[in-house]
């Protein structure tokens, strides 16, 4: 019949996060405020993104951040704009940003109780040849909102209230996690809202896909060449695993999530910490592969028990599919 045809019932996020708050009587409606601020951060810069080659936004800004990477325009704009929104939301307290060595701590009159850690735009080499980015968050609630301290932020990931990530690719989805499972919604360019699109994600148990950067593999320990071996020579004679690899954690993971499989920047002798950085790429990312029913390990230990001593520190990250990343861990724990 012709609501098949014809949506008329719309499920935005808004929405769905009003009805997922009512659940807790304590709940004031500062969530959903922040995030519509977030959501706002997201919509602008998918269309910054999108016209990039258009309004002069590709290439480099000029400036180095603390990672020593150099920022591109989008580094530097989608920053901007996320600080900002955040902090008018008049619901955050502290802001951890890839971008900003040290961390930014709201002026009193304008702050909240949650703690925002993010990476503004993710997958930045990416930017300049028009393949999928995105945008990567994590939310913390303040202790004690009296006297804010780093210590708020340098918190496990399993202490995050919510997190998520929006990806600007093919179409622009926002995917979240407030703790209690996964949802994804695809933004409706003509109307302007996110819409739940993919209710309750969950990620196959097992993976016919691996991801990773290759091109390390003669630097890569004993655990991570042996897993990614057996992924093309399985030794029980399945067939072997497909390679894919973008280059944006976003993407990547994104994939890994709806279709299955492992996401991996392992350690390598030159890197011993791997590359991605726990607070803004690898906790959300563990924490909504942990929602969706998979798992993420970071050589040693669950990654969402790490407890971060700096605010950019690095981690080696093994996330996706359940038993995918068992088998990894089954063969650190052999070393
Ligand atoms: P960012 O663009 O935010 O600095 O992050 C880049 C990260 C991440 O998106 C991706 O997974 C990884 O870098 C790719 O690294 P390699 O180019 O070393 O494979
Ligand atoms: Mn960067
Ligand atoms: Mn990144
Ligand atoms: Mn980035």
Redesign the pocket.
């Known amino acids: 019949h012709s609501a098949d045809a014809l949506r008329t019932d719309f499920m935005t996020i808004t929405r769905f996060v009003l009805n997922e708050q009512s659940k807790h009587p304590e709940s004031r409606g500062d969530f959903t405020i922040l995030l519509n601020h977030i959501v706002l951060g997201c919509k602008f810069v998918c269309s910054s993104v999108n016209k990039a080659g258009l309004a002069k936004l590709i290439g480099l800004a000029g400036e180095t951040n603390v990672?020593g990477?150099e920022q591109k325009k989008l580094d530097v704009l989608s920053n901007e704009v996320f600080m900002k929104a955040l902090i008018s939301s008049g619901r955050t307290c502290i802001l951890v940003s890839?971008e900003d060595e040290d961390a930014i701590f709201v002026e009193p009159s304008r702050r909240g109780r949650y703690c925002v850690v993010f990476?503004p735009?993710?997958?930045?080499?990416n930017i300049d040849c028009g393949v999928s980015i995105g945008t990567i968050f994590g939310i913390y609630t303040l202790k004690d909102t009296d006297e804010p301290t780093i210590e708020d932020v340098l918190q496990p990931g399993k202490n995050m209230v919510a997190a998520g990530y929006c990806m600007y690719g093919s179409s622009c989805t926002l995917v979240l996690s407030t703790g209690a499972g996964v949802n994804g919604f695809t933004l409706d360019p003509s109307l302007g809202e996110f819409i739940l699109t993919h209710p309750d994600i969950k990620i196959p148990q097992k993976g016919m896909i691996y991801s990773v950067?290759e091109g390390n593999a003669k630097n890569w320990d004993g655990p991570t060449a042996t897993y990614v071996d057996r992924c093309k020579f399985p030794e029980d004679g399945s067939s072997p695993k497909s390679l894919r690899y973008i280059?944006?954690?976003?993407a990547?993971v994104h994939r890994t999530l709806l279709y299955g499989g492992i996401f991996l920047?392992p350690a390598d002798k030159k890197n011993p910490d791997g590359?991605?950085r726990v607070l803004y790429?690898v906790f959300p990312m563990s924490f909504l592969m942990e929602q969706a029913g998979g798992q993420a390990f970071t050589g040693k230990q669950r990654a969402l028990d790490l407890v971060p001593q700096k605010l950019h520190e690095r981690s080696p990250i093994f996330l996706g599919s359940f038993d995918d990343v068992e088998e990894i861990k089954a063969l650190y724990a052999a070393e």
């Open positions: 990672q990477e890839e990476d735009l993710d997958g930045s080499s950067n280059g944006s954690m976003v990547d920047y590359k991605l790429e």
